[in-house]
């Protein structure tokens, strides 16, 4: 299982990122560039987040200069995909763009958009609250004998307080394998096809080669996931080799932000990737 999404709802820690981001923007003071207030930086990136709306597979989350996920995919990702979005049209001439990173530049030490959405993201400080549904049924998955790993690109120990805080009794806690680095892509592409949108195929590089080692070291019979690209990609590849059968299924996790482009690929009637399950309610999991 992941855990961003699957034990958490991180709509509201998304939230936050971005207001990090915008606040920032606004404290740069910016008259000449029309961004100087809250209404007006919000209305500079709200255009630009509707304008990345139409074309929604192009932009996201980078690993070795190739889009690992899809800026839609989760809160944390839609940050960073605007960031993508914004590196790019600086680095294509966009005035605006070009003049806030400049600033962004010389007063705070800050070079791409990249790194202040890094940044914001390093701000957070909230409290992450449990999903009750999750939680319940994983108590009874490892009562009822399964075994349950979290492989996760945050911090093992993050995870490990959070099952704490969130009373996990100890004999009933996901082992946790935290920095899993899911987005790392490897150098040997390895191209999923999901489907076709906008007139172009939709692919998703399978080459990741930290979170094959751990796919292979645990055999999953399962794997559930809120972020197609970064949590199920992978295993779905994995399966067409019948190097692992995932009889159990794998899930994608159906949250609010779950981006509808994406779940009609994965979900449509002529959709290529039959292997998927969308899990919109834990009830559905009767493994
Ligand atoms: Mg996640």
Known sequence: MDFDGVYTDPTGEGEAC??????????????????????????????????????????????????????????FIRNIGLADYLDHLAKSGDPRARKVLGRLSSVEKIKTFGELSEWSFHQLNLRKEPDPQAKKWVLDAIARGHEVFIVSNSATQKIEEFLEQCTFP?????????GARKFGLGMKPRLLKVGHYG????????????????????EPDAVIGDV???????PIRLKREKRLNFAG???????????SPMLDLVSGRSTSVPEVTVLRDWEQLTL
């Open 199 to 218: 007139g172009k195929d939709v692919s998703v590089d399978t080459d990741r080669p930290l979170y094959e080692q751990a796919l292979l070291e645990i």
């Open 170 to 178: 100890e004999d009933r806690r996901p082992k946790v394998r935290g």
């Open 228 to 234: 197609f690209c970064l949590d199920l990609a992978l």
């Open 18 to 75: 971005s207001r990090n981001f915008r606040n920032k923007i606004i404290s740069l003071q910016l008259r000449e560039e029309n961004l100087d207030t809250e209404e007006k930086v919000d209305s500079w990136l709200g255009e630009l987040r509707a304008r990345q709306a139409s074309f929604p597979f192009e932009f996201g989350w980078r690993s070795e200069g190739k889009v690992s996920a899809f800026t839609f995919e989760d809160p």
């Open 249 to 259: 299924g794998i899930f994608y996790r159906h949250r609010d932000y779950t981006p």
